[in-house]
């Protein structure tokens, strides 16, 4: 098995004098850097004190999922002699949060729109939606439901 290994550096800027003394004291706001990439000003979702300028977990988790999905989803394409136009999704999930306060997503929707160049491999465009999904790294390691609507259309 061949392993592919990945780093990040996470970086809790939030102080804002008080430490951690209490929960409504410190921002939740933080950098997520990696090697020679742009930086990714995060925080918690605003239900949990975040800032609601910056990234949060729970919505960097979509754009992960579609984007691992699509790109499998092209390969396959090409793979089959597909042309791909255009591709745009607008993923949504369900987290749901216990009594604890801890929680869990429930399911994820992608909802991608494709343009393809010939009417008669709509069919298959569809289908190679559900390949992707068991080839894509993100989904694999998921475990909550991950669904497509797809939309194909051609040029």
Same mark, same amino acid.
């Given at each position: 098995?061949?392993?592919? #290994?990945?780093?990040?550096? !996470?970086?809790?800027? @939030?102080?804002? &004098?008080?430490? +951690? ?19 990714? $000003?995060? /925080? /918690?979702? %605003?239900? =949990?004190? @975040? ?11 979509? %754009?992960?999922? /579609? ?10 394409? +090409? ?11 607008? %993923?949504? &999930? ?8 801890? @929680?869990? =997503?429930? /399911?994820?929707?992608?909802? %991608?729109? !494709?343009? !393809? ?5 709509? $069919? ?9 999904? $068991?080839?894509? =790294? ?8 991950? +669904? #497509?609507?797809? !939309?194909? +259309?051609?040029?």
């Amino acid at each position: 098995m061949k392993q592919h #290994h990945y780093k990040a550096t !996470i970086e809790w800027t @939030g102080n804002l &004098g008080n430490d +951690t003394s209490k929960y409504d004291v410190y921002s939740r706001n933080h950098t997520i850097k990696t090697e020679n990439k742009a930086i990714i $000003e995060a /925080s /918690s979702d %605003p239900a =949990f004190l @975040g800032d609601n300028t910056r990234y949060n977990p729970e919505e960097l988790l979509l %754009p992960s999922l /579609s984007s691992c999905h699509m790109l499998w989803y092209l390969h396959l394409c +090409t793979v089959n002699k597909i042309n791909v136009v255009s591709y745009l999704d607008k %993923p949504e &999930g369900v987290m749901n949060e216990d009594k604890n306060g801890s @929680g869990k =997503f429930s /399911s994820v929707t992608l909802n %991608p729109e !494709i343009l !393809i160049r010939k009417t008669e491999n709509i $069919e298959k465009a569809i289908e190679l939606h559900k390949k992707a999904n $068991e080839m894509c =790294f993100i989904a694999n390691s998921c475990n909550f439901t991950i +669904t #497509h609507k797809p !939309i194909v +259309t051609t040029k």
